[in-house]
């Protein structure tokens, strides 16, 4: 999974992701048959009807998860469920009691035939501010807005008897003929209000979301995998096909990346864009599946800061067909929703991924170099402000509770740079024939899909499939308390630190806003009162003047968005025209770009006696 969190009208990046299991197997002639009624919506509420299989004993519990793979946290999803009703087969009421917050008991179980409940959502009680701590991850919640969309979480709306994990699902979804479930499932129904949904278990259920809303939707296809992208815009700002050449670049580059990986056959991409002017989701990032990943976004992005947003949230997820998706310990292949015990080996699953999605944009030509090295940079300074010598592998088995829940983040941070130098290892011991991708194809390989790892075993198998060197790092820097000496590592590869220049945002630096927004009239004011960098200076703004355009581009706070992200692609004495309002008049100010500079501590290629090792691992 991975989270972004936004402030201002700018965004900080910060993480996390999702999985596979199995469960206790049952008679295969047993099915259970759900009823999710989109039509009928009252008070934002969907009703549910789940029709039991044979029930045997005088008892049975019916539990909605308490916590889904990859989002590591207790979110308690039976909040959100009200008036669960028992029924036996001649529509009289059986004894229920709640037993916790997720779970109901059933009396008088061998009469059971159906229940029923009402599904709240999630989006519209969400403040952003608490997630994981009494919010759900909004990619991993619920939107039920009558007639416009409907956000369908599997694991929102549908849960499951004890002892029947493993029994088949079917699923039957009526909706309004104007909606479209989007989704990686087949639709067994061709009716135009009725969608049939039959998974093989639980946990596949789970697995795939569907989002109802107003058809807006690409195909394309990379080699042989069937790509669809579908998005929500509330305010028709964003289309599917308005980002689709940007997932296309993308998707394509990390299929060529992955090479001998095998994958899903249909991946679905479905995008949800949250209105900020009013209670919306509010949880912004993406959770992966196996053959779909839900992304939620505000609207008020704009389509250039959105691509580029989007560029590395998704790839993050898809690199998830790796790992945790094909390479996985038990505790996730049999994974409790409701009592989990959680894997050692974050810094697989969360750190490899995300060092893969920061690896194949400089291997495939889509970031430079130094785009690469400045990323790595930032990680190795963001992973020391989290605790640096608590060992990675019991953070990542106590991730549920605190103090080890609040070093989660740093699976995006130090779990990526375990993945980089694990990469250096073994493409120094190979003379750069082989990385971190040719051990975990290896690793596909003695496990997979349907066959898991035990936790204790993997440092053992990795070491056994690559060098003693590789075995030394895990135990001193992943299950030990040894802070990572990334020096002594990209060395190797003959990369040093540097004090480097580099521009800075003309628009803000540290915190200082430079302009700022009127929520009542929409325009951007040139912050008052403060120091105003070269940008302004250079071209006589003053504080309290209104920007109505530049270079013949209107912006206000529609659009701010628009406006930082393309700063980003301004040079040093580009030529620039800029739109003002100055007390009440209108003026145009014609000038050169002068950008702010600041010093930044970066990494750089200063060894070129290490060239061919360096080439081997960026571009191997």
């Known amino acids: 999974m991975k989270k972004i969190i936004f402030a201002f009208a700018l965004s900080t990046v910060l993480w996390s992701c999702k999985t596979t299991s199995s469960t206790i197997a049952t008679s295969a002639k047993e099915e259970i048959q759900v009823n999710i009624n989109l039509i009928d919506i009252k008070d934002d509420k969907v009703l549910v009807t789940v029709k039991s299989p044979k029930i045997h004993t005088d008892e049975i519990t019916y539990h909605i998860p308490k916590i889904v793979p990859g989002t590591y946290s207790d979110d308690d999803y039976g909040k959100y469920i009200d008036n669960l009703k028992a029924y036996d087969s001649k529509g009289n009421l059986l004894a229920v009691k709640k037993s916790d917050v997720n779970s109901w008991s059933i009396s008088n179980a061998k009469k059971l035939d159906k229940i029923t409940y009402l599904v709240n959502d999630t989006f519209d009680t969400e403040t952003g501010k608490s997630f994981g701590d009494g919010e759900i991850f909004s990619p991993a919640g619920s939107n039920i807005d009558a007639g416009k969309n409907v956000m369908l979480n599997t694991?929102?709306?549908?849960?499951?008897?004890?002892?029947?994990?493993?029994?088949?699902?079917?699923?039957?979804?009526?909706?309004?003929?104007?909606?479209?479930?989007?989704?990686?499932?087949?639709?067994?129904?061709?009716?135009?209000?009725?969608?049939?949904?039959?998974?093989?278990?639980?946990?596949?259920?789970?697995?795939?979301?569907?989002?109802?809303?107003?058809?807006?939707?690409?195909?394309?296809?990379?080699?042989?995998?069937?790509?669809?992208?579908?998005?929500?815009?509330?305010?028709?700002?964003?289309?599917?096909?308005?980002?689709?050449?940007?997932?296309?670049?993308?998707?394509?580059?990390?299929?060529?990346?992955?090479?001998?990986?095998?994958?899903?056959?249909?991946?679905?991409?479905?995008?949800?864009?949250?209105?900020?002017?009013?209670?919306?989701?509010?949880?912004?990032?993406?959770?992966?599946?196996?053959?779909?990943?839900?992304v939620v976004m505000p609207e008020m992005l704009g389509i250039e800061k959105l691509a580029s947003e989007m560029k590395d949230v998704v790839s993050h997820e898809f690199f998830h067909i790796v790992t945790p998706l094909t390479i996985h310990s038990q505790e996730i292949q049999n994974f409790d929703y409701n009592k989990p015990k959680m894997s050692e080996h974050l810094w697989m699953y969360e750190g490899v991924t995300e060092y893969f999605a920061n690896l194949f944009q400089v291997n495939q030509g889509l970031i430079t170099e130094d785009d690469?090295?400045?990323?790595?940079?930032?990680?190795?300074?963001?992973?020391?402000?989290?605790?640096?010598?608590?060992?990675?592998?019991?953070?990542?088995?106590?991730?549920?509770v605190k103090p080890y829940k609040d070093q989660y983040l740093?699976?995006?941070?130090?779990?990526?740079?375990?993945?980089?130098?694990?990469?250096?290892?073994?493409?120094e011991k190979s003379d750069g024939k082989k990385g971190i991708l040719d051990l975990m194809q290896k690793l596909s390989n003695e496990y997979g899909v349907s066959k898991a790892f035990n936790d204790d075993e993997l440092f053992a198998k990795i070491t056994e499939l690559t060098y003693p060197e590789v075995g030394d790092f895990l135990k001193t820097y992943v299950s030990g308390t040894t802070p990572i000496p990334y020096e002594f590592y990209l060395a190797k590869v003959g990369v040093s630190k540097a004090i480097k220049k580099i521009p800075s945002n003309v628009f803000l630096e540290?915190?200082?806003?430079?302009?700022?927004?009127?929520?009542?009239?929409?325009?951007?004011?040139?912050?008052?009162?403060?120091?105003?960098?070269?940008?302004?200076?250079?071209?006589?703004?003053?504080?309290?003047?209104?920007?109505?355009?530049?270079?013949?581009?209107?912006?206000?706070?529609?659009?701010?968005?628009?406006?930082?992200?393309?700063?980003?692609?301004?040079?040093?004495?580009?030529?620039?025209?800029?739109?003002?309002?100055?007390?009440?008049?209108?003026?145009?100010?014609?000038g050169f770009v002068k950008l702010p500079y600041m010093e930044i501590e970066n990494l750089e290629a200063t060894d070129a006696s290490k060239t061919v090792l360096k080439e081997a691992w960026l571009k191997g």
């Open 372 to 400: 690469f090295y400045t990323r790595m940079s930032d990680k190795i300074e963001q992973s020391k402000t989290l605790d640096d010598t608590m060992p990675f592998t019991t953070m990542s088995a106590n991730v549920l």
């Open 155 to 294: 694991h929102c709306f549908v849960g499951y008897f004890t002892n029947y994990m493993s029994t088949p699902y079917i699923v039957t979804v009526s909706h309004p003929a104007g909606l479209w479930g989007a989704t990686s499932m087949i639709d067994q129904d061709a009716s135009t209000t009725n969608d049939l949904f039959v998974t093989s278990r639980y946990a596949e259920l789970v697995e795939n979301p569907v989002m109802y809303s107003k058809p807006d939707f690409t195909d394309f296809k990379v080699d042989d995998m069937e790509i669809q992208i579908a998005v929500y815009s509330p305010n028709g700002k964003i289309t599917a096909e308005s980002i689709t050449p940007g997932m296309k670049t993308m998707m394509t580059a990390q299929k060529h990346f992955l090479g001998k990986f095998n994958a899903t056959k249909k991946y679905s991409v479905l995008l949800y864009l949250s209105d900020m002017s009013k209670p919306d989701a509010r949880g912004y990032g993406a959770l992966e599946h196996p053959t779909a990943t839900t």
């Open 510 to 590: 540290g915190e200082t806003r430079f302009i700022s927004g009127n929520r009542t009239t929409k325009e951007i004011v040139v912050t008052p009162d403060i120091e105003l960098n070269i940008f302004y200076t250079s071209l006589g703004l003053k504080g309290n003047d209104i920007l109505k355009e530049i270079n013949a581009k209107a912006y206000s706070l529609d659009n701010i968005y628009d406006l930082i992200s393309e700063n980003q692609n301004w040079k040093e004495n580009d030529p620039i025209t800029v739109k003002i309002k100055r007390d009440g008049k209108e003026q145009i100010i014609k």
């Open 410 to 427: 740093n699976v995006y941070q130090k779990g990526a740079l375990i993945g980089m130098c694990l990469d250096i290892i073994i493409r």
